[in-house]
């Protein structure tokens, strides 16, 4: 059981370029999630998933895609990265209602 | 407690005596809060949580307070050892309107001197 999987653990982008955050969990939620976590400012959901088929936008989307394709797998696009994309990415899942199981994050920047 | 700052709030203790961390929520209709502890590298980890219909509960060697009443929630851990040194988040959500999406405050540093 390994909980949720994050890749790459590391990635530097040029601005401009496009990249794909992978995130799996094994534990069959239904609730995925992603944050970013900047210095100063915890943690703020991009997007989030309550089910395979159904993403929604959380506090700070712009800039990021989503798509839930199945149970397992949620995974981030970013189609043309920025500066402002600095920042490191975690992955979350849970049952509905139940407790947030996070990875252990994907630290980007770019030039 | 909680900074708007960009600096987080540090907490330094001596090994063996209680920490309290705090934290201010902002949404009235909040009514699932959880602490959440994060080492250097890591991912958040669940720590404890607290449903808004009561107003303690403990775990082990940790303590959680709510006081609906100022929107206040506190963190106590008893005997505090070197491994609790990390940065510690309280989180707040409604679900009745934000499907189990979580509000992350902005953390406190927690270090343990030995």
């Known amino acids: 059981n390994a909980g949720v999987t994050q890749t790459p653990k590391f990635q530097v982008l040029k601005t401009g370029q496009s990249m794909t955050l992978q995130c799996a969990q094994d534990?069959?939620?239904?609730?995925m999630s992603w944050y970013r976590q900047d210095p100063g400012m915890g943690l703020r959901l991009i997007h989030y998933?309550?089910?395979?088929?159904?993403?929604d936008q959380g506090e700070v989307p712009n800039g990021y895609n989503v798509s839930r394709s199945t149970t397992e797998d949620f995974p981030l696009r970013l189609l043309s990265a920025a500066p402002s994309q600095t920042s490191v990415y975690f992955c979350?899942?849970?049952?509905?209602?139940?407790?947030?199981?996070f990875g252990n994050g994907t630290r980007l920047t770019v030039t | 407690g909680e900074s708007v700052g960009l600096h987080l709030p540090t907490l330094s203790v001596q090994e063996g005596d209680n920490s309290i961390i705090n934290c201010a929520y902002s949404?009235?209709?909040?009514?699932?809060f959880i602490w959440y502890k994060q080492e250097s590298g890591k991912g958040p980890q669940f720590i404890i949580d607290?449903?808004?219909?009561?107003d303690k509960r403990q775990g082990q060697r940790v303590t959680v307070l709510l006081n609906k009443t100022v929107k206040h929630l506190s963190l106590q851990i008893a005997a505090t050892q070197p491994g609790d040194s990390a940065v510690y988040f309280c989180?707040?959500?409604?679900?009745?309107?934000?499907?189990?999406?979580?509000?992350f405050g902005k953390g406190t540093k927690l270090s343990v001197k030995p």
């Open positions: 979350a899942s849970s049952y509905r209602g139940g407790t947030l199981h």
């Open positions: 534990m069959n939620h239904e609730y």
């Open positions: 998933s309550v089910g395979a088929g159904i993403t």
């Open positions: 949404n009235s209709a909040s009514d699932y």
């Open positions: 607290i449903r808004s219909n009561m």
């Open positions: 989180a707040e959500t409604d679900y009745g309107g934000s499907q189990g999406n979580l509000i």
